[in-house]
């Protein structure tokens, strides 16, 4: 149980580090143009990311996918870019079809898996208990992700509801600017 609460602690921490603010910036983008009414949808997205993140992070801990880092660190910042792009095309702010945005989180979800991958694999090194680990691992980081989407949940509230920003206004402005640095990111990281 001890190993269990640690590889928890070790997950919600990872995702909520701001020196690898690439998976708070997705997770925001994902999430950002919702409102606390949509929190269903905003569920099913942030759930469809972690079922893909789970499942490349549990191939890659078992050496059955290998990937150059350098190409993953490559590609989680065009899955933001991705993410940003469809919300600011969009002229509503929620998407017509959400099927695709479901679809969208969890194919990006695989890649962001990967990038979680090499962190896991050097904290577990030759650990007997690999299953109870990566499942702790996991339940970590969707609790860090559910902290990421109340914050920014409560953030659009006050802005749409309290201060009367518009919803599209408010869209466009944390859209573009997760776009802009991901951008950079992205750029820094070409292989």
């Not at 577990?124 to 992700?145: D, H, P, R, T």
Request: proline share 2%; net charge positive.
């Amino acid at each position: 149980m001890q190993d269990f609460s640690l590889f928890f602690e070790l997950g919600w921490q990872h995702i909520l580090d701001w020196q690898g603010y690439d998976h708070i910036l997705f997770v925001t983008a994902l999430c950002g143009t919702y409102l606390v009414k949509d929190w269903k949808k905003i569920l099913i997205l942030v759930t469809a990311f972690t079922v893909g993140h789970s499942l490349t992070l549990a191939l890659s801990v078992f050496n059955k996918i290998l990937i150059p880092s350098s190409w993953i660190e490559f590609l989680i910042p065009i899955t933001i870019l991705i993410t940003t792009i469809l919300n600011i095309i969009n002229k509503q702010t929620i998407r017509k079809n959400i099927n695709t945005s479901y679809l969208l989180a969890l194919m990006f979800g695989l890649i962001h898996g990967l990038g979680f991958s090499n962190y896991l694999k050097s904290l577990m090194g030759k650990s007997n208990n690999v299953v109870a680990e990566l499942l702790a691992f996991n339940l970590g980081l969707e609790f860090g992700q559910i902290i990421i989407v109340f914050s920014i949940l409560v953030l659009s509230f006050l802005l749409v509801n309290m201060i009367r920003v518009q919803k599209r206004e408010w869209n466009l402005f944390i859209s573009s600017a997760i776009f802009g640095i991901s951008l950079l990111m992205a750029i820094e990281r070409i292989p």
